[in-house]
């Protein structure tokens, strides 16, 4: 268990026991061993669908198989989708699959995820959330404030979206209504520090100076609160 926790602990039972494979399942509760893995040269991701992935170690004697199943998102993606399964669970699986290609930083890969699970259940709010965000993150704006909208109307208590859609608002052209959902979500959430640097932006955004002043001080005062945890936020603010 210390293994999925740990990179540390991961190296030191790979070195004891010398793995040549890891299969990990239910990867967003041990998302951090499956980017870990991701980054290191030593391994090789050759498998990945909504419930598991699978690390191949670079070892010579899986030269071949690394050849022919390597991963390589540069060269084009595909991997099968379940056959014979009801559209709500499709549309999971595809859900899932998305999910783990933002973690990995493939956006067009997992917008093309999104867009299918959500013609398969246009009304599901996750599918609308990760497309809005995943289009934002894209520097689509304007595309993705439907699917943020319709999330919003679905589950209006659900705060990742908010700021999804409050900086869709803003990059858009409407950094009126985005200041408003800002204002509002910093009220509930008054020492979330993201929060209070996307207000600032947005005053900054449309020159109201003192009040972005004033809101970076505020940030400021926040990041004070765990200089440690907040010293990339510090350095930006």
């Known amino acids: 268990m210390k293994a999925t926790e ?9 070195a004891k026991w010398n793995f040549d494979a890891v299969l990990l399942s239910n990867f967003p509760a041990i998302k951090n061993l499956v980017m870990d893995l991701y ?7 050759v498998y990945l669908d909504g419930q598991s992935v699978v690390f191949l ?3 010579p ?4 198989a690394l050849k022919r199943f390597r991963i390589d998102f540069k060269k084009g993606f595909f991997s099968p989708l379940p056959e014979g399964v009801g559209k709500a669970l499709l549309a999971r699986e ?14 067009d890969y997992a917008r093309a995820e999104f867009e299918q699970g959500a013609k398969l259940e246009p009304e599901d709010v996750d599918l609308n959330y990760y497309l809005g965000a995943t289009l934002s993150l894209l520097s689509r704006p304007r595309e993705a404030l439907p699917y943020l909208e319709k999330a919003a109307a679905k589950r209006p208590g659900f705060a990742l979206n908010q700021i999804q859609l409050a900086r869709a ?3 858009s052209g409407d950094p009126g209504r985005a200041i408003q959902i800002l204002q509002k979500l910093m009220d509930q959430y008054p020492s979330q520090i993201y929060l209070c640097m996307d207000l600032a932006a947005v005053y900054e955004m449309i020159s109201e100076n003192e009040r972005a002043r004033s809101q970076w001080k505020r940030c400021e005062e926040i990041s004070q609160q765990d200089p440690q ?6 350095e930006e603010i």
Not at 99 to 107: D, K, P
Request: hydrophobic share 50%.
């Open 39 to 45: 980054h290191d040269p030593g391994w090789a991701l």
């Open 94 to 107: 595809l859900l899932n699959r998305g999910t783990l290609l933002v973690m990995m930083e493939q956006f």
């Open 61 to 64: 004697e899986f030269a071949a």
């Open 229 to 234: 945890m907040f010293k990339p936020q510090a």
């Open 169 to 171: 608002l803003a990059a």
């Open 57 to 59: 170690k670079n070892k």
């Open 6 to 14: 740990s990179w540390p602990a991961f190296q030191e039972e790979d």
